[in-house]
């Protein structure tokens, strides 16, 4: 079973949408939480830190549900510049190692 | 101030050869990470340095081994290489890494490895 599980998409949607990922992670002994955003044969990039009080930055919010293990980012408005792959990650303390475990990536792609 | 940096940036060896990574981690950190990413698909963990010790160990095959440097530049070795080992490799960097994960992972930009 994998650590963290994503819908794939592709998500096509309009400039000025709202969309919406999700993401599961399997291990409750998870602690740290992030989405990163990775362009097309780029590198992956932090967009936000997920807290359990839920945190937003701009038009960008994260939200996590530790019962329910399970992890949002939603887009508001979205711009043409928003399309990437998002990654969803998680972190478990390894014997003090602290390596990321990455979903699959949710492909959006904006559309004019 | 320069990010990570990774070489070389694309390389082609053929099935059963050796290739070694390289990576210059953010100056002032002394983490760094490997993760091989195949295409469709999100990073994988391979390994983590701290302070020129490894700290943890993905699930590879012992045909991949690293180090870390007193520099804290890492390489990544990949021995008698496979088709499947054909990814990018990429390498992560972060002040600290011990326990809870409490800083930013970098990414350098990565090597491109096909296997032939």
């Known amino acids: 079973r994998k650590e963290v599980e994503q819908d794939p998409g592709p998500f096509n949607v309009p400039e000025g949408a709202t969309v919406a990922f999700n993401c599961t992670y399997s291990n409750s002994a998870s602690q740290s939480f992030f989405w990163y955003r990775q362009d097309c044969r780029k590198e992956p990039k932090l967009l936000m830190s997920v807290y359990s009080s839920g945190n937003e930055d701009g038009r960008f919010t994260a939200q996590l549900n530790r019962a329910s293990q399970y992890i949002s980012l939603l887009i508001r408005d979205s711009k043409l510049s928003d399309s990437a792959t998002y990654l969803c990650?998680?972190?478990?303390?390894?014997?003090?190692?602290?390596?990321?475990?990455f979903g699959t990536g949710t492909r959006l792609t904006v559309i004019p | 101030d320069a990010g990570v940096t990774q070489s070389p940036t694309h390389l082609i060896k053929t099935r059963g050869q050796h290739v070694t990574l390289r990576c210059s981690p953010i100056s002032g950190h002394k983490s760094v990470s490997w993760y091989q990413q195949v295409l469709g698909q999100g990073p994988q963990f391979i390994f983590q340095y701290y302070e020129k010790e490894e700290r943890g160990r993905g699930n590879f095959p012992d045909r991949f081994s690293a180090r870390q440097f007193p520099n804290y530049s890492s390489e990544l070795n990949v021995n008698a290489l496979l088709l499947g080992d054909s990814a990018l490799y990429l390498c992560?960097?972060?002040?600290?890494?011990?326990?809870?994960?409490?800083?930013?992972?970098?990414f350098g930009q990565g090597t491109r490895l096909t296997v032939v």
């Open positions: 992560a960097s972060s002040l600290t890494g011990t326990g809870v994960w409490d800083t930013e992972a970098f």
């Open positions: 990650v998680v972190t478990i303390d390894q014997t003090g190692a602290n390596n990321l475990f």
